[in-house]
């Protein structure tokens, strides 16, 4: 029998944990939990789960500099966070941070489970051994070491910004939509924000130095790497 999936859940409602909880366990997950973000943290570093769901609005620490201290210990786990307003600025730029993607907690059980399934099964497909480098002139793109160097350049990579480039290589020269961006960001069927990829897109240019300048933004809503 395969091993359960392990969620490391940060709640700091206690109805909300224990629902929580009882959902995911529900689904055969084993499930740890936590009331704040230090002891999240704590229990992150103790032990790597398989995912881990972060409330936004925590005591100790909130979920945004959780998030910021995980992607420290560790920068392929994924994590979501959980909002009462997903279209929060702080849910956004946790994404900059590492996050994988965040939800509005008035979405349906149905769609939590399939998000932590979606972000599960990118987790699996990225450990399987590929192509794990990418030159962009003098440039060399480290995709497992998510780092970028050469030119001029030194730079750590956010997962996000390491997703959108490895999509733009993987059809040089082909546009990539925002819904094709959005799908291996985030997974099949999640509708984003434009803004939130223009963000990406940004600093993963500034990051690139002259190589940025092989990422090509046409007429606003598409991108495709220069050949």
């Given at each position: 029998?395969?091993?359960?999936?392990?969620?490391?859940?940060?709640?700091?409602?206690?109805?909300?944990?224990?629902?929580?909880?009882?959902?995911?366990?529900?689904?055969?997950?084993?499930?740890?939990?936590?009331r704040?973000?230090?002891?999240?943290?704590?229990?992150?570093?103790e032990?790597?789960?398989?995912?881990?769901?972060?409330?936004?609005?925590?005591?100790?620490m909130?979920?945004?500099?959780?998030?910021?201290?995980?992607r420290?210990?560790?920068?392929?786990?994924?994590i979501?966070f959980?909002?009462?307003?997903?279209s929060?600025?702080?849910?956004?730029?946790?994404?900059?941070?590492?996050?994988?993607?965040?939800?509005?907690?008035?979405?349906?059980?149905?769609?939590?489970?399939?998000?932590?399934?979606?972000?599960l099964?990118?987790?699996?497909?990225?450990?399987?051994?590929?192509?794990?480098?990418?030159?962009?002139?003098?440039?060399?793109?480290d995709?497992?070491?998510?780092?970028?160097?050469?030119?001029?350049?030194?730079?750590?990579?956010?997962?996000?910004?390491?997703?959108?480039l490895?999509?733009?290589?993987?059809?040089?020269?082909?546009?990539?939509?925002?819904?094709?961006?959005?799908?291996?960001l985030?997974?099949?069927?999640?509708?984003?924000?434009?803004?939130?990829?223009?963000?990406?897109?940004?600093?993963?240019?500034?990051?690139?130095?002259?190589?940025?300048?092989?990422?090509?933004?046409?007429?606003?809503?598409?991108?495709?790497?220069?050949?």
């Open positions: 029998m395969a091993p359960r999936a392990e969620i490391l859940i940060a709640e700091d409602e206690p109805s909300a944990r224990r629902g929580f909880r009882a959902l995911f366990e529900g689904e055969g997950y084993a499930v740890r939990t936590a704040d973000g230090e002891e999240a943290v704590a229990k992150f570093i032990r790597r789960p398989d995912a881990v769901l972060l409330d936004v609005m925590m005591p100790k909130n979920g945004i500099a959780a998030c910021a201290e995980m420290k210990a560790d920068l392929l786990v994924p979501l959980f909002t009462a307003m997903p929060d600025v702080g849910a956004v730029r946790a994404l900059g941070l590492g996050a994988d993607d965040y939800i509005d907690k008035a979405k349906s059980p149905e769609e939590l489970l399939a998000r932590v399934a979606a972000v099964r990118r987790a699996a497909a990225a450990a399987k051994p590929r192509a794990d480098a990418l030159g962009l002139g003098g440039v060399t793109v995709f497992a070491a998510m780092t970028a160097s050469g030119d001029g350049v030194s730079a750590e990579l956010t997962k996000s910004e390491a997703l959108f490895r999509l733009l290589a993987s059809e040089r020269g082909r546009c990539f939509s925002f819904d094709e961006i959005f799908a291996a985030r997974g099949e069927g999640y509708i984003g924000d434009d803004n939130a990829v223009r963000c990406i897109a940004k600093r993963l240019k500034a990051k690139l130095g002259r190589a940025g300048e092989l990422i090509s933004n046409t007429r606003g809503i598409r991108y495709k790497l220069v050949r």
